[in-house]
């Protein structure tokens, strides 16, 4: 199961698993669309890999 780490590794944004301003990369390493777009450019700083939007998970209805 895909980790949804709970905030941005470069800001420490909180990214709630409902996010849509949650960005990862392959190894699950999780960053904001501000810090994703620039300075990363939507590229890793630890593997170099492509950021790419993290799918958000919503709370289940009772």
């Not at 709630?16 to 300075?39: G, M, N, R, V, W």
């Amino acid at each position: 199961m895909l980790e949804l780490k709970p905030d941005c590794e470069r800001c420490g944004k909180a990214l709630p698993p409902d996010s849509t301003q949650a960005l990862i990369c392959s190894y699950e390493c999780t960053f904001c669309l501000d810090c994703a777009k620039t300075p990363l450019q939507h590229r890793c700083p630890n593997c170099g890999g492509e950021l790419v939007r993290r799918p958000a998970r919503h709370k289940k209805e009772a």
